[in-house]
């Protein structure tokens, strides 16, 4: 598992999981199962590593280009 996940992107997940999740706790009804999606984007930020970079083949981690 190589990193794949770079800065600002890791950056932007992270707050987007973060905001994500918080969404599950404040909203009510079948919308805030929406905020469980939160958890693959803080996961995917705090691991900079994210499956389908790999397969897409997309890396914006400055140290591994290619």
């Given at each position: ?64 280009k290619g």
């Amino acid at each position: 598992m190589a990193a794949n996940v770079g800065g600002i992107d890791r950056t932007l997940r992270i707050v987007a999981g973060i905001v994500l999740i918080a969404m599950f706790f404040v909203l009510e009804g079948p919308a805030r199962w929406v905020g469980l999606l939160g958890l693959v984007a803080l996961g995917t930020g705090l691991f900079s590593f994210c499956p389908l970079y790999t397969v897409l083949g997309i890396n914006t981690c400055p140290m591994k280009k290619g």
